[in-house]
């Protein structure tokens, strides 16, 4: 754009001197301004745009009904683009989550604040390794070491609480933010 | 000085061919005065939810608005709740299921309207040969926009004796050959207005007109304001611009 | 010479970088320094415009270009998810569309004052021609922009305008189904037209930084259409005519604001709020208003390759103009008789504007075929004609002296000689 001068008056200030060359200066520095501060505004309409649309946030949140799924089965649901883990955690699971000493995890948390209720575990499907979809979501899956998931990228090991217990993942299976609407119904986001 | 004149000039005749453009077909569209017209203009919010009831309670018996996504009626005043009640009124297919069917489920704020036949040769068939049209730019994609729609609307009246109507057809003194497959749907007191309006016919078009209006331009307001505010910006900047153009060029002789 | 370049520039790194490569150096020069004769009017400020233009249909074409899907089932409905939920998506579609329509206002009234003033004569050809093809280049990216949206408008416009190609023998057929790559306008045509609309505008960019190359070899010329002889003829680019081109750009910004946020879709056609369907053509067809004048010229003739001929053929006609002008004087101030006619080719292309819009018959059409018939005669007979018959005025010695002594140069007769005819 062509709001920057260079106005000819700026070297030699002082030789021209006088009230008339401040304001003429002041004139100057106030259009260049304005130019910027227009300039500037322009950019974000661009910048934001970029970001998710109105469909895409209007999706952002969705109810999922629990109800189908049986004790020891686990179903995948699709949220944000991403899989969400949604497991119905059997008597032993449970019991060997929260037996686990904290001070043998390498991210320690303990089980109940992994979940609401203690049979829904609800974890984002995502390893925190490199973004892997961990095995472990169908009976006939490798659970890995600890009952939970395995990710067959790298190795990483997650119990039965989505904590991480072996291999290069430097942190537990996310959670994402949900609420219970209901007994056996959850809302995600 | 005299050359802007001519380029503003020019530019001007340019737009006028532009206005010829659309001038050249159709028969005379009476302008109104909107409350959305204008600078300042703004959608009427109660006149778009009393069309947006004539839309569900009568239009979209036929006619499909398959672009607009409910959630755009917050931008006439609904609330959240409002528009969860409205999206449950509507049963909207999904699926497949794990036994590999389609099912229908109460439709949800981000579902789009959903449309009243599968597709173009039920609607046709449903409709006598006629294939009505879909809402969603109604009043964006006829010449005379809104005034349009109002025209068609209370368009209606018996047929001229000298023209013959073709079966199932209606005349309509404003519809490009005046003969269309839709009835005269709008009746004086057809529906119920929640805020006590008077239902007539014109009161009725008027209001469907405002709501197609919005439905076309769900930002026409935002853009409004945000061009008032550009002007003036752009007002001050070239003024600012001017006199250092004048300080400047004053130095040179 | 393995030692790097002097350069004078303070800044140790603008220096550094500017004795390997000295683009600023060049900036400097020709942007800087840049000589502009001191009497160049508002209308000299147009070609900035269409600069600025073309950067503002780039920057909001790539935005665009990243929430848009170039498949006949997804065009339509994308543009419309542009204009409903993606932020701001509104604002760039309608600066986008109604730019293209801001950038032909501009580049028209840019070569109309070249028309004016002779720009296009010697030593200005090249930089003429190059214009020339940069129009060309143009019409051509917004006609197949116009197509990406897929509306009626879009499909039949584009089917009108490929089946141009259909009239020239034997290899008209050919040649459209080539086009089409399929035996209508449909999917491939769309995705064709939407990769070679990304990739025109940048070849406009490369036109016209030649343009602008040509350009400063030679100077621009003034309205008085005499050379600058020396620095008390002229001012530099920078600061003067940069803050009267922006002063320029920003009054242009406020007409195409008013557009924008307050009739966004005055100059677009309702049908193209219709999905494409190839079953059933619209009423008019009506191309966007900046093709109006060409489209009445192909209606006008009778014949089909006629019609089409003399269309390509007004255009084509523009890259000869420095040869088929015979005068040795540039300026229409000096140029009493060519003047008149020079006016009348204005009008006669609003007139051929106008015409294009209206339906092909009766009077508009004998309208048409009077205003094809003076275009072609005011460019293939009066120009070469009226270089030799007409006596132009006395020209004004120097440039400082018109301008300082005003009026024009004219009264002081004692310095101005008449000029010799050619």
Known sequence: MAQTTHPPGTGGHAASGGEGSSRRDFLYLATGAVGVVGVASVAWPFIDSLNPAADTLALASIDVDLAPVAEGQAITVTWRGKPVFVRHRTAEEIESAKKVNLGDLRDPVADDARVKKPEWLIVIGICTHLGCVPLGQKVTDPRGDYGGWFCPCHGSHYDTA????????????????????GDTKIRLG | MRALKTAILSAALALGIAGAAQAAEGVHIPKQDWPHSGIFGTIDKASAQRGFQIYKEVCSACHSMRLVPIRTLAGIGYNEEELKAIAASYEVQAGPNDQGEMFMRPGLASDRFPSPFPNDQAARVANNGALPPDLSLMAKARVGGEDYVYAFLTGFEEAPADVHLMPGMNYNKVFPGHQVGMPNILQPDGVTFADGTKATVEQQAHDVATFLTFAAEPHLDARKQMGVKVVLFLIVLAGLMYAVKRKLWSTLH | MAQAQASKFKNPVVNWIDSRLPIFTMLDHEYNHYPMPRNVNYLWAFGAIAGIMLVIMIATGLFLAMQYSSHTSLAFDSVERIMRDVNYGWLMRYVHANGASMFFIAVYIHMFRGLYYGSYKAPREILWILGVIIFLVMMGTAFMGYVLPWG??????????????????????????????????DNPTLNRFFALHFLLPFVLLGLVILHTAALHVCGSNNPLGIDAKGPQDTVPFNPYVTIKDGFAVVIFLIIYAIFVFFMPNYMGHPDNYIPANPLVTPAHIVPEWYFLPFYAMLRAIPDKLGGVLAMFGSIALLAFLPWLDRSKVRSCKFRPVYRQFFWILAIDALVLGYAGAMPAEGAWLIIARIGTFYYFFHFLVLLPVLGKLERPRPLPTSIAESVLKGGGGIAAGAHAKPMEKA
């Open chain 1, 162 to 181: 989505g904590r991480i217990r072996k291999g290069p993942a430097p942190a537990n299976l996310v959670l994402p933010t949900y609420a219970f609407t």
């Open chain 3, 152 to 185: 009626q408008m879009s499909f039949w416009g584009a089917t009108v305008i490929t089946n141009l190609f259909s009239a020239f023998p034997i290899v008209g057929d050919p040649i459209v189904t080539l086009l089409w790559g399929g035996f209508s306008v």
